[in-house]
């Protein structure tokens, strides 16, 4: 079918469409209403069903595709690949369950996952997924802090950790960190089961609480653990969004939308059929990680590829000879997973067979033109940029190259996903803003299956959060974007990340593109400071490629030259600081709120997203080093002017 008309199909007769999709997974009882919409802004969707996670991506593909492999986990940290069939997937998550069971988790249950991309990972979600038990996976890249911030907010039966984990050939123990922040919660679980690899030698226990896989595995060797089906209503799982912008909010999720959704997308957008084989470079710990390293290649009855390591260990090459091995169809990674990789040398995306590879998709944040083009011509597959969020829990805006493939437009993410029904708002007027104009985009209710059901016990914060910003009952997706005469959306950046200079209102992001077309410009943040004469002017914090020989100066001369020409003087930076490193979260966002406050001379705030603490040390290194380019105090100039 053409991509207009599912689509069309998909907003105008939603209750037929997604009665339709939903013969994709199994059913214990079938939905007798597709969709509730009586108390918006929530909505129900496939009313009366009952379903479960886990036997849509395991127990059901044991008839047809018992001995084909479901996953495939590779660790280039410990060196050790594990080809894990369906039907040895179908006996781990039963023993995982039963493991489960004998530590008192049952249905409803919080069960807090803090993992590396391992396979037990995948076990453990699985397992609760079976019972009815609700996970949330935290990244194993976030502190202790980070964690106990998590666990008071779940509150959580079992917390289960691995011993360490390792990046760069170096052990990062988990256990410390998962002890220091159960001293911390105000909820500690009353067990934490270890998964441990062996990696970390002096790993503490604490008696009475502590309990080890390994044993507990061996004596639920044969354990079968039936399937609980679940209604509508229950919360499959929760997942804290980055924190990019404050304080992370548990994104709930059903279970049957989300199997619908799962179904739907591996298949019409990543272009997945039953048996081929998808390698999705996230994050266990992510939305990407949840839905397309796990449920959505084995509710789609496919191989799914885990990963653990760094791009570019042992070499540049490791992705791609993963491809070739397994004969990967669709990859999935992030743009800064594809940056890392474009300082490497080229030829590395050469070596291997890439014969079988269709598809890159890339999302999480922007994707520059740059990135795509050289990884689009370096590789020979388009590279697709996807919009989500990890409410979403799956694209919003994509290409659907599994339906039908409309051109790729650089530097958009392209046309809503099914079940998306978007408008791009005015801020001010609050009417729709026409093609080509900037307004903030929003979903018109209801939300799609799959999609967020509420924040995690805060009714209150989902409505406030997300629809009450404008007259309409809307849901505020908080980016900023723009659409094209064909529907085609850019993202501009978040609505927080706007400078209002002197009355005018400044994209972020737009600073930062213009910056960045200064060829020796690798990367920029743009921050408005506070000027008592405009309200606030811009900063730029960037760093240069490497081997840029010219002066930072220089090069910070010339970006405000940049910036001055392709937006105009209003949005010249006020200062311009070249730095080696900008802070980012873990996910590998732009933490634009840290730089503000060193600017502001604030305190940062809670840093625990942040991946690199070295990188804010540079930044006040800069600052008391002072300005590469600008730095007059804009007011006082002003004022001597008149
Ligand atoms: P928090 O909501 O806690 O501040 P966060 O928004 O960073 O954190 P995520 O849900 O991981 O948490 O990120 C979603 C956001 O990432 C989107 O709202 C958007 O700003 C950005 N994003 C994701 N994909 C793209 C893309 N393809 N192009 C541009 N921006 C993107
Ligand atoms: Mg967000």
Redesign the pocket.
């Known amino acids: 079918m053409r991509y207009e008309e599912f689509y069309r199909q998909s907003v105008d007769e939603p209750e037929r469409f997604w009665g339709e999709q939903a013969r994709l997974i199994h059913w214990d009882t079938p939905p007798r209403q597709i969709l509730d919409q009586s108390n918006p802004p929530f909505r129900r969707w496939f009313v009366g069903g009952t379903t479960n996670l886990c036997y849509n991506a395991v127990d059901r593909h044991l008839a047809e595709r018992g001995e084909q492999l479901a996953l495939v986990a590779i660790s280039s940290e410990t060196d050790s690949t594990q080809e894990i069939t369906y039907r040895v997937l179908y006996r781990e998550v039963n023993r995982f369950a039963g493991i489960l069971q004998s530590l008192d988790v049952g249905q409803g249950d919080r069960v807090v996952i803090y993992m590396p991309n391992m396979a037990e990972a995948v076990y453990a979600m699985l397992a609760c997924a079976r019972i009815g038990a609700i996970h949330s996976v935290v990244f194993g890249g976030f502190a202790a802090h980070n964690l106990a911030l998590r666990i008071d907010d779940a509150e959580p039966r079992l917390l289960i950790c691995a011993d360490a984990g390792m990046r760069g050939g170096k052990v990062i123990p988990y256990k410390p960190l998962v002890d220091a922040a159960l001293a911390e919660s105000k909820a500690p679980p009353p067990h934490v089961l270890i998964v441990s690899r062996g990696l970390d030698r002096d790993m503490q226990r604490v008696g009475g609480r502590d309990v080890d896989y390994a044993r507990l595995r061996a004596e639920h060797m044969n354990d079968e653990v039936p399937v609980t089906w679940l209604e509508l209503n229950e919360p499959s799982y929760l997942l804290y969004?980055?924190?990019?912008?404050?304080k992370?909010?548990g994104i709930q999720r059903d279970v049957g939308g989300y199997a619908v959704a799962m179904a739907l997308s591996i298949r019409t957008i990543f272009d997945i059929a039953p048996g081929q084989v998808m390698f999705s470079t996230s994050d266990v710990g992510w939305?990407v990680g949840h839905s397309y390293n796990v449920y959505g290649p084995l509710i789609g009855g496919a191989t799914s590829l885990l990963y653990e390591g760094l791009p570019t260990r042992p070499d540049p090459g490791v992705w791609w000879r993963l491809c070739e091995k397994y004969r990967v169809r669709t990859m999935f990674s992030s743009p800064t997973g594809i940056r890392v990789l474009k300082k490497q040398d080229a030829a590395w995306l050469k070596k291997a067979d890439l014969s079988s590879l269709k598809w890159l998709f890339l999302?999480?944040?922007?994707?520059d033109e740059p990135t795509a083009h050289w990884i689009t011509d370096g590789l020979g597959v388009p590279a697709i940029?996807?919009?989500?969020?990890?409410?979403t829990g799956w694209p919003a805006i994509t290409l659907m190259p599994g339906l039908d493939l409309k051109p790729v437009k650089w530097g958009s993410?392209g046309l809503p996903a099914p079940g998306y029904k978007m408008k791009v708002i005015n801020e001010s007027t609050g009417d729709e803003a026409a093609a080509g104009e900037k307004g903030v985009l929003v979903f018109v209710p209801p939300l799609p299956p799959g999609c967020l059901t509420t924040v995690w016990r805060d009714d209150g914060r989902y409505v406030n959060s997300y629809f009450s910003h404008f007259k309409e009952l809307l849901y505020s997706?908080?980016?900023w974007a723009i659409r094209d005469a064909d529907g085609y959306t850019n993202?501009l950046g978040?609505t927080d990340d706007v400078i209002n200079v002197a009355g005018h209102r400044l994209g972020t992001r737009e600073i930062e593109e213009s910056v960045a077309t200064h060829a020796s410009v690798a990367e920029a943040a743009v921050i408005g400071m506070k000027d008592e004469l405009k309200g606030q002017v811009p900063v730029v914090f960037a760093t240069l490629k490497q081997g840029v020989v010219e002066l930072p100066a220089d090069v910070a001369r010339a970006m405000q030259q940049c910036v001055t020409d392709q937006l105009g003087a209003v949005a010249r930076p006020a200062r311009i600081y070249v730095v080696n490193a900008l802070p980012k979260t873990r996910?590998g966002?732009l933490l634009r709120r840290s730089l503000q406050a060193l600017v502001e001379q604030r305190d940062p705030g809670d840093l625990s997203t942040l991946d690199d603490p070295g990188a804010l040390d540079e930044v006040r290194r800069a600052l008391e080093r002072g300005p590469d380019q600008g730095g007059e105090e804009p007011g006082m100039l002003a004022a001597r002017k008149t």
């Open positions: 969004t980055s924190g990019t912008t404050g992370p909010k939305a999302a999480g944040e922007p994707l940029d996807n919009y989500w969020q990890t409410e993410p997706s908080l980016d993202i978040r996910s966002k």
